[in-house]
């Protein structure tokens, strides 16, 4: 069961330019989350999903962009990432959000020269 | 604003010295608290739910419990294949997201 898959693994890119990163997960989840975790702030919340064609924002979803048409997919979009997106990416899924966990993938670590 | 804080940052245990990690968290109506552990170079791995205080759930050597100001995870007679990154979230009355702690770099000595 291959559960939540993540790529790339890892990414280097420059100022400017646009980069997608990608998530599917396999068990059908209504629930799909992209978090970004950065030394001092622990793993913040980026974008959520609540069913294919629904999204919403969190915590700091500034200069990110997401789409949801497959309920498995769940690609994060940097439309012109700049160097304060260093970060490692995670997505994650759930049942629902009430009182279910969520399920994180292995991350995108991604640095922007 | 919810708010979660995890001490100590870190904690270096020689095997078989038991401790506890404590996460304290300031949230509007409590849905549940989650305990999660984090692997160097992996995602964070779901450990325990719990949602009311009074409550405690036991994992092999861990045992987590809640009161209505924090969470402690216990680690009893630890192995040095627990030393990871302990993260503890909390869910709000909105249900909407979690809020998660910087995390407990757990480190155990053989």
């Known amino acids: 069961d291959a559960g939540i898959t993540q790529s790339p693994r890892y990414k280097i890119t420059e100022t400017g330019r646009q980069v997608t990163l990608m998530c599917h997960q396999t068990w059908s989840h209504s629930y799909m989350f992209w978090y970004r975790q950065d030394l001092g702030h622990g793993l913040r919340l980026i974008y959520y999903?609540?069913?294919?064609?629904?999204?919403d924002k969190g915590e700091v979803p500034d200069g990110y962009v997401v789409s949801r048409s497959k309920t498995e997919n769940f690609p994060l979009t940097l439309e012109s990432a700049t160097r304060s997106q260093t970060s490692v990416y995670f997505c994650?899924?759930?049942?629902?959000?009430?009182?279910?966990?969520?399920?994180f993938g292995d991350g995108t670590r991604l640095s922007i020269l | 604003e919810d708010q979660v804080t995890q001490s100590p940052e870190a904690l270096r245990l020689q095997e078989g010295e038991s401790s506890s990690l404590n996460c304290s968290y300031t949230?509007?109506?409590?849905?549940?608290l989650f305990w999660y552990r984090q692997d160097p170079g992996k995602g964070p791995e779901f450990l325990f739910t719990?949602?009311?205080a009074g409550e405690e759930k036991e994992k092999e050597r861990l045992k987590a419990t809640l009161t209505k100001k924090e969470s402690f995870l216990h680690i009893t007679a630890p192995k040095p294949e627990d030393s990871a990154t302990y993260l503890c979230?909390?869910?709000?009355?909105?249900?909407?997201?979690?809020?998660f702690g910087s995390g407990t770099q757990l480190t155990v000595l053989p």
């Open positions: 979230a909390v869910q709000d009355g909105s249900a909407r997201q979690l809020t």
């Open positions: 994650a899924s759930s049942e629902s959000t009430e009182y279910q966990p969520q399920h």
């Open positions: 999903s609540a069913a294919a064609d629904i999204t």
């Open positions: 949230v509007s109506g409590l849905r549940g």
């Open positions: 719990l949602y009311s």
